[in-house]
T-cell receptor, first 111, second 118 residues
Framework: GQSLEQPSEVTAVEGAIVQINCTYQ??????LSWYQQHDGGAPTFLSY????GLEETGRFSSFLSRSDSYGYLLLQELQMKDSASYFC????????????FGDGTTLTVKP | DVKVTQSSRYLVKRTGEKVFLECVQD?????MFWYRQDPGLGLRLIYF???????EKGDIPEGYSVSREKKERFSLILESASTNQTSMYLC?????????????????FGPGTRLTVL
């Protein structure tokens, strides 16, 4: 089976840095993606790691260690609008692009 | 911009009714997916399709079927709706990277259909 573990809730203050971890146990691995979902909205793509290391996209960075089956999303200079749910997703190594999603982490940013 | 549209934002049906949820994407993507999302359970894959008329079961296919007659359209069918199928249904298509992105595995989601079965 496939399983992804991420914290259910994280709270931080504006301007701070927060890290959301994701550990996975899957049969087959192609890459790790992160999605953001605001309340009532659809998930939107944030970041992807296919290789070990850090990927930076503006205030957001994502890290992957395949040997540890672990990744994280780092959000810097937090803003109120960053309050949302964040999902990690493992792309399985099939040509159908199937992914397995974690249960999501609800981030609350306080003033 | 990739656009994935779903036929309804909100839908209310009665137990036993046949329900069709439609999804259309305009980017010529080959792979499309149907998920359901329930509080605390993340996104669970119901069915996916990697080509016209091709479909595969996801993790929770029971009670659902799908149809992919045209590349741009992927339909989810509830043959006989039940109350435990009350949920948010999300369609996604998989394609190449957005300008500046590095992923070939970006899923683009539709706005979702919140289905209530009474």
């Amino acid at each position: 089976g496939q399983s992804l573990e991420q914290p259910s809730e994280v709270t931080a203050v504006e301007g701070a840095i927060v890290q959301i971890n994701c550990t996975y146990q899957t049969s087959g691995f192609y890459g790790l993606s992160w999605y953001q979902q605001h309340d009532g909205g659809a998930p939107t793509f944030l970041s992807y790691n296919g290789l070990d290391g850090l990927e930076e996209t503006g205030r957001f960075s994502s890290f992957l260690s395949r040997s540890d089956s672990y990744g994280y999303l780092l959000l810097q200079e937090l803003q109120m609008k960053d309050s949302a749910s964040y999902f990690c997703a493992v792309s399985l190594n099939t040509n159908a692009g199937k992914s397995t999603f974690g249960d999501g982490t609800t981030l609350t940013v306080k003033p | 911009d990739v656009k994935v549209t779903q036929s309804s934002r909100y839908l209310v049906k009665r137990t036993g009714e046949k329900v069709f949820l439609e999804c259309v994407q305009d980017m010529d993507h080959e792979n499309m997916f149907w998920y359901r999302q329930d509080p605390g359970l993340g996104l669970r894959l119901i069915y996916f399709s990697y080509d016209v008329k091709m479909k595969e079961k996801g993790d929770i296919p029971e009670g659902y079927s799908v149809s992919r007659e045209k590349k741009e359209r992927f339909s989810l069918i509830l043959e006989s709706a039940s109350t435990n199928q009350t949920s948010m249904y999300l369609c996604a298509s998989l394609g190449g990277p957005l300008a500046g992105a590095k992923s070939t595995d970006t899923q683009y989601f539709g706005p979702g259909t919140r289905l209530t079965v009474l």
